[in-house]
C-alpha cells in the first residue's frame, strides 16, 4: 500500500508485533484533543488474553463511584490493570476494547481519565451506550482484548 495512505505506530518485542493503522481516507475521532483509538491494528504473536467485562466494583464486590463515571473510569481501569496485570501483560499491549456506558454524553466528558488509562496504546475501540449495565448503579464497563509474547 501507499505509505502516505497510513498513519502508523510500530511496537515489536520479541515475537510481538503490533502495529496501529489510521488510514487517511477515514475520519479520526479525536475529542479534546486526545486520539480515542486506531480504525486497524493488527497484532501477531502467541498469546491473546481476553478480559471479561469489568465493572467498577472493587475487591469487597462494592460498586466504586456509584453515580460518578469519572470515579467509575479509574476503578473500572484499576481491574483491568489487575487482570491484565494476571495475565502478564499491561495497557500497551492492548489490541481491542469495548466499552458499555449508560450515559455516552457523560462518559464523553472525561478523555482525559481514558487517555490516562491507555495512554499511546491506542487500541480499536467501540464505546456503545446501553440502557442499563447489571446493577442500576453501574454506568461503564469495559472488556479488553491484549497480545504478548508467550
Not at 31 to 60: C, E, P, Q, W
Not at 116 to 124: L, M, N, Q, R, V
Amino acid at each position: 500500500r501507499d505509505a502516505t495512505c497510513w498513519i502508523t505506530v510500530f511496537r515489536k518485542d520479541d515475537a510481538v508485533a503490533i502495529q496501529q493503522i489510521q488510514p487517511e481516507e477515514l475520519f479520526q475521532r479525536k475529542l479534546d484533543g486526545h486520539r480515542l483509538y486506531s480504525a486497524v491494528v493488527v497484532a501477531t504473536g502467541k498469546k491473546m488474553i481476553f478480559v471479561a467485562g469489568t465493572v467498577s466494583r472493587n475487591k469487597k464486590g462494592e460498586i466504586v463511584g456509584a453515580g460518578d463515571m469519572r470515579a467509575q473510569i479509574l476503578q473500572v481501569a484499576e481491574n483491568l490493570r489487575i487482570s491484565l496485570e494476571a495475565a502478564g501483560a499491561s495497557f500497551k499491549d492492548l489490541v481491542k476494547t469495548t466499552t458499555y456506558v449508560t450515559a455516552i454524553d457523560e462518559f464523553f466528558k472525561h478523555p482525559d481519565a481514558r487517555s490516562a488509562i491507555f495512554g499511546e496504546s491506542y487500541p480499536t475501540s467501540t464505546t456503545v451506550e446501553v440502557r442499563r449495565l447489571a446493577q442500576p448503579e453501574l454506568m461503564v464497563e469495559i472488556e479488553v482484548v491484549a497480545m504478548v509474547d508467550e
